[in-house]
């Protein structure tokens, strides 16, 4: 099998959730480790392979802030 290419553009969904990815980031006011848990939460309509802003809340400060990550989309053929 030969595989070549990258996925390019947008995922066409609303609602893209990801079971199973957690993205930590630490809240620039109270210094706590906050979470964005894929099982629940979404990214809407996401580019592949460009960075974007994943946004974060610290419910005990009110704090929001932003950090950037890339989603990756890849095809692996199994070798005999």
């Known amino acids: 099998m030969k595989i070549i290419g990258s996925f390019i553009g947008n995922v066409e969904c609303k609602r ?11 809240c620039p006011k109270c210094n706590e480790e906050r979470e964005l848990d894929f099982n629940n939460q ?3 309509y996401p580019v592949v392979n460009r960075f974007q802003p ?5 419910k005990p ?8 990550a890339m989603l990756e989309i890849k095809i692996s053929g199994r070798q005999p």
């Open 54 to 58: 994943f946004y974060f809340y610290c």
């Open 61 to 68: 400060c009110e704090e929001n802030w932003e950090e950037e």
């Open 42 to 44: 979404y990214l809407s």
């Open 16 to 26: 893209f959730y990801m079971p199973g990815i957690k993205v930590f980031s630490v």
